[in-house]
């Protein structure tokens, strides 16, 4: 019978786990357009992005790799506070809200074998830092 210390360990090593891999793909998204992207073409791409910014080829297997940079930048709304006073003999509270923008890059990468066909995306803010505005079923 395994001690509760074990339990923890084990526990605490699974946690460990299912946050660095979740922390390196991107997240749910990112899975998602990955799998989605794989096996299509390059015609699909330049359809869905337009022509890309940057492309590199292998001069060694034929390997291209595309890339497209974009507007990642998105608004939040920030709670600011509230404040409270009476008003015809009701107690009335406001809620004070502000827009944020939070400006940001996106890049998609695309790899295509010499084929033209896609075996890998990779979205990420230009600075190899996992941007969730990048991707989502737009981007897919």
């Given at each position: 019978?395994?001690?509760?210390?074990?339990?923890?360990?084990?526990?605490?090593?699974?946690?460990?786990?299912?946050?660095?891999?979740?922390?390196?793909?991107?997240?749910?998204?990112?899975?998602?357009?990955?799998?989605?992207?794989?096996?299509?073409?390059?015609?699909?791409?330049?359809?869905?992005y337009g022509?890309?910014?940057?492309?590199?080829?292998?001069?060694?297997?034929?390997?291209?790799?595309?890339?497209?940079?974009?507007?990642?930048?998105?608004?939040?709304n920030?709670?600011?506070?509230?404040?409270?006073?009476?008003?015809?003999?009701?107690?009335?509270?406001?809620?004070?809200?502000?827009?944020?923008?939070?400006?940001?890059?996106?890049?998609?990468?695309?790899?295509?074998?010499?084929?033209?066909?896609?075996?890998?995306?990779?979205?990420?803010?230009?600075?190899?830092?996992?941007?969730?505005?990048?991707?989502?079923?737009?981007?897919?």
């Open positions: 019978m395994r001690k509760p210390a074990e339990y923890c360990l084990l526990v605490l090593a699974f946690v460990v786990t299912l946050i660095s891999g979740c922390g390196t793909t991107g997240g749910l998204d990112e899975i998602i357009a990955r799998q989605m992207w794989r096996g299509k073409t390059l015609a699909q791409a330049i359809d869905s022509q890309p910014d940057r492309k590199f080829i292998s001069k060694d297997t034929g390997e291209k790799t595309l890339q497209w940079f974009m507007d990642g930048s998105y608004n939040r920030i709670y600011l506070g509230n404040s409270t006073e009476m008003q015809n003999g009701v107690m009335v509270t406001t809620n004070n809200w502000d827009t944020s923008v939070r400006r940001g890059t996106c890049v998609i990468t695309l790899t295509f074998n010499k084929n033209d066909v896609v075996t890998d995306f990779d979205a990420n803010d230009g600075n190899n830092q996992i941007t969730h505005t990048c991707v989502n079923k737009s981007s897919y």
